[in-house]
């Protein structure tokens, strides 16, 4: 089984700054893309950023120049580091990763149980 752990969402200011941390755990023999979805009330959940097994990162066009995905393959962990946060961003924030687990023919889709991001004065 595989567990995809997030951290670091929290109460933050506009203009201020969070990192996101998401770690993978479990029978896992490689990670393929990794990426960062978010969910606002009332709104369909959105692609924020991903990041390739070769660390070919990708942004939405809402987050680019303020947000910077990164990744540990060590640590089996994805990051995203949010600068300059406007209350737009408030949302669920997931992690998303393509998971091949030791023994299977392919890899799988994982998603992480979310952390809430609030931007508020």
């Known amino acids: 089984q595989v567990h995809l752990v997030e951290s670091g969402g929290g109460l933050v200011q506009p203009g201020g700054s969070l990192r996101l941390s998401c770690a993978a755990s479990?029978?896992?023999?490689?990670?393929?893309?990794m990426g960062w979805y978010r969910q606002a009330p009332g709104k369909q959940r959105e692609v924020v950023a991903f990041?390739?097994?070769?660390?070919?990162?990708n942004y939405a066009d809402s987050v680019k120049g303020r947000f910077t995905i990164s990744r540990d393959n060590a640590k089996n962990t994805v990051y995203l580091q949010m600068n300059n946060l406007q209350p737009e961003d408030t949302a669920v924030y997931y992690c998303?990763?393509?998971?091949?687990?030791?023994?299977?023919?392919?890899?799988?889709?994982?998603w992480g149980q979310g952390t809430q991001v609030t931007v508020s004065s």
């Open positions: 990041i390739t097994a070769v660390e070919d990162t």
């Open positions: 479990g029978n896992i023999f490689k990670i393929n893309d």
């Open positions: 998303n990763a393509d998971i091949w687990r030791v023994g299977a023919f392919r890899g799988y889709e994982h």
